[in-house]
């Protein structure tokens, strides 16, 4: 290995959140999850945890994904319980976006990103599920001024992702890693042996 790519290796490894993370529910369309991969990898999200129970986990081309799935954890769950049960284990704060009928719906701006930060996206056609619903801590939406109420998810997912990566770094989070000294450590070795 060249020293410039263990260098490029090291500071993208010092980049990563620890605590910034996506759940997805169900997301069947392989270019969506393919497209959620590379934007998380790109913001440094390094771990992803799946709920797959209505759904299979759809086949993702690396062509498609540009191997960021190489980059990027994930974890998955056949229900919510459990997934859920993990991220309030680690102490992560629990967002999931759905138009809630008559409910108080956070805009994406007022959310503070910065924090242990679950964000949670459904299924294409249904949504996040009324369990999730019900076992969020929050729910948002991203704020939209057109006749248009709604956004790809892949497209959610980066806009929502980016707002987090720019609060962070208002908050200097990507000078100094959430990861302890051996965690990165061993992060990097993984890497470079990927």
């Known amino acids: ?37 590379r934007s998380s990898e790109s913001v440094g999200i390094d771990k992803i945890y799946l709920i797959y129970n209505d759904e299979k986990f759809p086949k993702i081309s690396p062509v498609s994904s540009a191997s960021a799935k190489k980059w990027v954890e994930l974890v998955k769950f056949t229900n919510v319980d459990d997934c859920f049960k993990e991220l309030k284990k680690q102490k992560y704060k629990i967002y999931s976006t759905h138009m809630a009928e008559g409910g108080k719906n956070e805009s994406l701006f007022e959310l503070d990103l910065t924090k242990r930060t679950a964000l949670v996206f459904g299924n294409e056609h249904r949504g996040v599920s009324d369990e999730i619903k019900e076992k969020s801590d929050s729910n948002f939406l991203i704020p939209m001024v057109g006749m248009v109420q709604s956004l790809n998810v892949s497209v959610s997912v980066a806009v929502c992702i980016y707002e987090a990566m720019r609060q962070r770094i208002e908050k200097g989070m990507y000078k100094k890693s959430g990861y302890t000294k051996k965690e990165l450590s061993e992060k990097l070795e993984k890497y470079l042996n990927k």
């Open 1 to 37: 290995m060249t020293e410039k790519r263990l260098k490029k290796f090291k500071k993208v490894v010092s980049k990563r959140q620890k605590y910034l993370t996506l759940v997805l529910e169900n997301i069947h369309d392989p270019h969506n999850v393919s497209a959620i991969l």
